[in-house]
């Protein structure tokens, strides 16, 4: 099937973008000449070490940062701020204490001046499809870190926008909460094919949720090199005992090794 | 945790009701003259003795104590968002009341009486005076530590000031304000005591001046009894309005969790 023009066109077109915090010369280059053009229903991976610039990237994307130079488009138009069509997850679940785990869902709704009773029943769905059902009453420090850091991700889709941005939203869950919801995420994007950059540092992850992973490098911080990710949909987690995909985390693996970005012995 | 709780509430009201024990039957049996350390048996007559007295200046103290409260707190509210809000105000008022604060309030107690009088006005005032400091630097401090990141997930869903302040950043001062109260209520009664002393014919502050001129030392300890319930009974009230707005702050989490 030939694609139409509006599937062509990229949803997220990163030209050119640099980022200097503070000014020259002693100013700190976070970004040089950035490029990257996301296409619809893509889920992208930016992966590098810590300080390469990842999330100072996805700050950008997100309207969060100035950029110093360069364009940064969503749906072909030049962003002034948030795009409105954005979900953004972060790295901690960012739930607010005073409000129960249905309320919380529901205030980029508030924000938005969007919240209405069709709302607060899909929010009510989606709580339960994410395995919050019982819990939608409960207040965030009931529960455990993985529920919460799925709720921020109810939080981020309720609005159900076409651009979902993760800043290394499973960083601080445990390995296995973190495999969790890894499949959630992949089931998540099967099912709904939602446009999803995704920041992380971890190769297996990004390899494992990818359609394509960028692979960023420090100082300053810049994207080296874009693999495809041609293992089948949908994925599972046994696939990440397969040779292929240990075949694609060792070719990134080692292409950190050649710009000196991690040791292999 | 309940349980805990009342056990060490047992323990305080045990304690007590055993100093209070000890300090009647030092009185009597050393034979304390009343005029200069009367039994709390005697301080209890004398309340119940006259009742509508000790009623009717208790609650005038109430009255001057909530409305000083009330007004150092919307007041207080009111000038820590403008000080957050501004930098202007800030450099202002905020240097301004800090500069204030240094001065013994109770200095100022004079000149109330001289601008309004000797009604209830310039005690109010004083207690307003006196309370509305720590409202407004807790409060200060509790609107400014929101957690920059979920500033920014307000900000990525193009949320505005005015939302910010009202959904994220007042709830998340809510803590901080009732710390500030708790030390206000506290301050509103000083306020409204020294506002009596220094002038005027109601409350238990001019009740204690009057015994005191008299040596009627049982009336003096009754007066401070009552007032010590009354601070006491406060403080509680504003403690228990916290418990009832915040049920989800870490000071009150019970053993209810998830995993």
Redesign the interface.
Known sequence: MPLSASEMQPILEVRNVAKIYGSAPSGVEALRSIDLAVRPREFLSIVGPSGCGKSTLLKCIAGLETITSGTIKVRGEEISGPPTQMGIVFQRDLLLDWRTVIENVLIISEFRGTRTSELEAKAAELLVRFGLGDFQRRYPWELSGGMRQRAAICRAILDNPELLLMDEPFGALDAMTRDDLNLELARLWQETRKTVVFITHGIQEAVFLSDRVAMMARNPGRIVDIFEIDLPRPRTLEMRDSAEFSAIVHRIRDRFADIGAIRTE | MPKLASSGLVQGAGFLVACVLLWEAIVRLAGVREFLFPAPSTIVMEILNYPGFFARNALYTLLVTLVGFAIALSLGVALAIGIVYSRLLENTLYSLLVALNSIPKVALAPLFVIWLGTEMAPKIAIAVTIAIFAIVVDTVLGLRSV?P??L????????NEW?ILR??RF??A?PSLFAGMKVAISFALVGALVGEFVAGSQGLGHAILLAQGMFDTPRVFASIVILGLMGTILFYLVDALERYM?????SH?GV????
Do not use: C, F, V
Not at chain 2, 152 to 159: C, E, K, L
Not at chain 2, 256 to 259: K, L, Q, V, Y
């Open positions: 957690d990141e979920t920014n997930m307000a900000r990525a869903a193009r949320a939302q959904k994220i709830p998340s809510l915040l049920p989800w702050h870490a989490r209810r969790t998830a995993m």
